[in-house]
């Protein structure tokens, strides 16, 4: 057998050409270098290409050249090997960086100890590091030194995890970097990695090859001794076993750690199931460099085909969102390609981070399998499949599209085919958990962005450093771009004052981003929405009609104030892996100019005021315009204008309710959580949004009450909450809520009961101005004689710090016989509400106070004192307590002066199964209460699908 060749320049120039970025060569190219014969070899590559290249065109690209190596600092000679390495890049025409790792600071983890395996953290350091330095350095392109071995080697690792064909072609020529694991500190890395992309020209040529090159030209690299000791990695195990032409881990020797040894195992048996190829290790390198080949060529074949076909099945849709026809799908016949479309649209509609697995399910076979088999059903309607997920956050939804708008289920029923009405399925993103459901989870909402204090760093240097551009990469789907001095004065005023805040939002059933100014007290009703009109590109791989998309508003633009281009698909090549993306310009972030108001409100509304409804009068606009019908009394309104204006500018907060006075200190105490005995909660959740779920409550063993039952369900939508519940004993109750604004909310409860006595209704009325609250309610009003029970509760801010309120309380039980009291209330809230403290005294000689902090994020501290001073009773009872919220657990104990001491352990094993474990110790009484229970929660969802992502810790 001759020797192998060296890498001439001209077979490099055709390698470099197959791996050539979407955009072109750019004029700065990078090599990861670590010195070896890998990385020395190309870097001399592609040095003398640019050389060649620039001496028949000076402007030719790339023209700069960079070296870029990482120190682990993990062994004793490193910074001599990182000293050689630059030394030699140099003397190549290389541009040389050297980074040496910072073990231990943030977000880097600790220096890993001798003896430990350090191959996936030191890929994960090094690859932040390297893309640090392409920011740095303003480069956008890194070539890498993976060859055709690395390629085989990759391969069987992927087969070892039981992979597709697809995933045994290994790596790709050229890649976008991506933006790395979203809740992965250290690997996410956002929109920087998706304006950047990895090359790897030598991928079909095997390692001999480099050798034979840097032997041919004299260079000299550095080698690892630890890549050929197989007991390290299975990357090292596998090379051994092939120069061994052998699977069999036996060779290896019983020193191979047993995790090793599996995946070689899992190895002989999943080649065996591979159709394409022979992956037979007896046919020694080169014959397993053939088949890889094959594999990767195959690859490349099945993304040009799926550029095809979904370019034949494709129809426009709302951004973000993608729709197919079964009639274009169903060309498709090849099992892989049909898997790679999937793919391909998961990973463009997905909220999670592109790139990532988690963006394509997992790669899980039963996932991408039960998507295929429904898109590839001929009629679904017929067939009974309605919307699902999958994994990967997207949502299946089969669809009949029509000359004018797309119709779907309505509930169980499906939509009734008119003539001409086309068959398809539409992707998007899964819809989210409303706020209650992540915060009962311990979730964060990650629709819901703050943004203020961005802003407002560039906005303090805008003067000394103007051209700032924020740039937010929203949801993993959407970057929305600010133009930092191009922001109105006005916007900048508040902001800086810190008056309000700026936020991102999503809205519509589509789940676009919305920025919005919201007043920092907290008001609900102070609030502007500055941008929501998206940018689409206007050039892509598949031509839409712009036109088409005029005609569906009905569909498409029901929840949005402004109208929103169709979607374009913003990509120049075949992996359909842009962003689309929010681009705020100078008109737009005023809010205004697109919104049928005239030019002179721009002054008015933009700075302060609250737009609820773009069609509606602005709500503090001048009183001609609130009251049209009422002009002649302009001298009254004008004078209520001015005091309403006065009232504004305080920037009062709202209070809250009365009856959530003390919510903070009686949500950190145990008083409303504690039990005994054994406790069961089972729930099944049907749907999220809107919310419905049922739950089964079981009880048994406790000291202070009889065994029991109880039957309940929830319905929870944008307006109306509704909560019923049967028990055991046939007692039945229910609540009802009705939200006519954001503002006032009507309330009805009632329980029907068997016992004499215990049958109740109770109406409600809340309302909740910007720096008030009131609150009217009737307990068994009787319409005849007026018995029952009436409450009335006013609560109004005075400053951002201090309300103060009062309660009536009127009883008329019996025609006769009445009785009123009244309470006082105080409540004062820190600036930034990490305390709050109350306190409520009523005439018959009861004072009740609390106090609650916020020491930390996970750490919340209150206490609440209640002293009584009736003729027949008087006593004080002080209660502390402190909670404890760690990922997926809650910690809750207290104490007071009659002697109790009280814990409760709440521990979630995931995000559907908790474990509760509560105690009592009263001292005075020498008595124990324990209780144990379970909350169990079921879904048709799993949590990854469900995009129950734990936030990073």
Known sequence: MPPPAPISADEFARLLKKCCPPHGWLQKIAVSNSGGPDSTCLLFLLQRHIQILRANNSNSRPGTLFSFHVDHALQPDSAAMAQVCEERATALGAIHKTTRVPWGRYPF??????????????????????????????????????????????????????????????????????????????????????????????????????????????????????????EITLRNAIRTLINNNSFDPEVLGPQLPAHIAESLHAIKSEIANLESVDMDPSGGLTHLREQVGVLTDQVEDVDSIVDSALNRCHLPSPTGTYLVSCRGLSTVRDPLVQTAMVLRIMRYCSFFAWGTIRADANRRRSSLQRIVDALWTPDPFEAGIQSFVAGGGVSWTPVLIGRDRIRMYNGKYPPVPKPGDVVGWLASRQVPFIEARLKALGMPNVLKVHITDQVRDKLMTRESNPGQILEVLWDCRFLVTIDIDRIPQDIVDVILQGRYNLWIHAHSRWHWPKITLLHAGGDPTKFRTLHTTLHVPEKGLIPLD????????????????????????????????????????????????????????????????????????????????????????????????????????????????????????????????????ARADLTKSFSMSPLFQVTHSFALGSQTAPPSYNFGGIFASNKVFMQGGVDHDGNVSGRYNYGWTSAAVTKVQAQLSSQIGHNMIQLEQDYQGSDFSLNAKAINPSPTDGTGIYVGSYLQSLTKNLALGAEGIYQHPTPGVSELALSYLAKLTSTDKSWIATAQTQGLGVLQATYWQKLSEKVEVAADLQLIA????????????????????????????????????????????????????????????VGVGVMIESSSLTPEEMGMVPPPS
């Open 109 to 230: 983890p600790p220096k890993p100890a001798d003896g430990d395996s350090f191959e996936a953290v030191g890929r994960k350091v090094r690859y932040r590091l390297l893309l640090q330095r392409m920011v740095e350095t303003d480069t956008e392109i890194l070539a890498l030194g993976h060859h055709g071995d690395d390629q085989v080697e990759t391969s069987l690792m992927r087969i070892a995890k039981g992979t597709t064909e697809l995933g045994a072609g290994g790596m790709r020529r050229v890649r976008r970097w991506g933006m790395g694991l979203h809740n992965d500190e250290l690997e996410y890395v956002g929109m920087a990695g998706m304006k950047r992309w990895m090359v790897r020209p030598l991928l079909g040529i095997g390692k001999d090859r480099l050798l034979a090159t840097c032997d041919e030209h004299n260079l000299e690299y550095i080698t690892d001794p630890t890549n050929a000791q197989p």
């Open 546 to 677: 712009r036109d088409i998309m005029t005609a569906w508003p009905p569909a498409y633009s029901r929840d949005v104030e402004e109208s929103v281009d169709t979607i374009r698909v913003d990509n120049q090549w075949p992996s359909m892996d842009v962003l689309v993306r929010v681009t705020i310009k100078a008109a737009s972030i005023i809010g205004l100019l697109d919104r049928g108001f005239e030019e002179e409100w721009q002054v008015t509304l933009v700075a302060y005021l609250p737009m609820a409804d773009a069609n509606a009068a602005a709500p503090n606009a001048p009183s001609s315009l609130r009251y049209p019908y009422f002009s002649a009394f302009s001298p009254f309104f004008n004078a209520y204008d001015r005091f309403a204006l006065w009232r504004s500018d305080l920037g009062l907060p709202a209070p809250g309710t009365v009856e959530n006075l003390q919510k903070e200190t009686k949500s950190t105490h145990l008083n409303n959580f504690i039990f005994d005995g």
């Open 870 to 929: 009736l003729p027949t009773r008087r006593e004080a009872i002080t209660t502390i307590g402190a909670k404890y919220d760690l990922r997926l657990s809650t910690f809750r104990a207290q104490m007071d002066s009659t002697g109790k001491v009280a814990a409760l352990l709440e521990q979630r094993f995931t995000p559907t199964f908790a474990f509760l474990l509560a105690g009592e110790i009263d001292h005075f009484k020498n008595a124990t209460k």
